[in-house]
């Protein structure tokens, strides 16, 4: 593919699927109790998408490990779900 190929905006599903995918989830852990009724299920999704896309350029990049990564990742679950520790700096 060179710079003139233009996309049909298809290459955009994969990620969109996943992060309806994460919506639904998030909703039904919302349902169950996980997750307290104040959080928005689609705006949720959306961040950790956004995060998890972040955290992995960072990891390329140099700015830190798999292992902290996974770490960031982790605490901003554990908030989610209500399980929060105090962060801890291990990047």
């Known amino acids: 593919m ?3 190929t233009s996309f049909s905006g298809g290459e955009a599903a994969e990620p969109a ?7 639904k989830q998030l909703r039904l852990a919302q349902e169950a109790g996980a997750i307290g009724p104040e959080k928005d299920p689609a705006m949720v999704a959306a961040g ?10 960072s990891v390329l990049g140099g ?3 798999g292992k902290a990564a ?7 679950l554990d908030e989610l779900f209500g399980l929060a520790t105090p962060a801890s700096d291990s990047s």
């Open 70 to 76: 996974l770490s960031v990742l982790r605490h901003h």
């Open 63 to 65: 700015q830190r490990t």
């Open 17 to 23: 699927l996943m992060e309806g995918f994460l919506a």
């Open 48 to 57: 950790l998408m956004a995060m998890v896309n972040g955290l992995g350029s």
């Open 2 to 4: 060179d710079a003139s």
